[in-house]
């Protein structure tokens, strides 16, 4: 069964720092890739960055780039999101989503192409 739990969101002000992290089960973890999508109130929900398993090939979007850094801890079986820089425009709840069969490239990232969710974690960025 595949179980994806994310933690770390939280209040911070702008341009500051928060990590994410998504603990996965061992097959969620070590096949396809893992995901991190946002979606703020009355906005569409967004893929913001996801990573590999087979070689940590990584994709992010524009609006994170610079900013946002995905990581695995194969010890662990979790994923992280590094997100510094915090802009008014991030705050959203994110989730992170999995699928045995997905390959992160530069072509995108497409929720419809991921098979298991996390519950999600906020991320408010307040002065």
């Known amino acids: 069964q595949v179980q994806l739990v994310e933690s770390g969101g939280g209040l911070v002000q702008p341009g500051g720092s928060l990590r994410l992290s998504c603990g996965a089960s061992?097959?969620?973890?070590?096949?396809?890739?893992i995901g991190w999508f946002r979606q703020a109130p009355g906005k569409e929900r967004e893929g913001v960055s996801c990573?590999?398993?087979?070689?940590?090939?990584?994709y992010y979007a524009d609006s994170v780039k610079g900013r946002f850094t995905i990581s695995r801890d194969n010890v662990k079986n979790t994923v992280f999101l590094q997100m510094n820089s915090l802009q008014p425009e991030d705050p959203a709840v994110y989730r992170c989503?999995?699928?045995?069969?997905?390959?992160?490239?530069?072509?995108?990232?497409?929720?419809?192409?991921?098979?298991?969710w996390g519950q999600g974690t906020q991320v408010t960025v307040s002065s």
């Open positions: 061992k097959f969620a973890f070590d096949y396809g890739a």
């Open positions: 990573i590999s398993s087979s070689d940590g090939s990584t």
């Open positions: 989503a999995s699928d045995p069969d997905y390959y992160c490239s530069a072509d995108g990232l497409a929720e419809g192409d991921f098979t298991s």
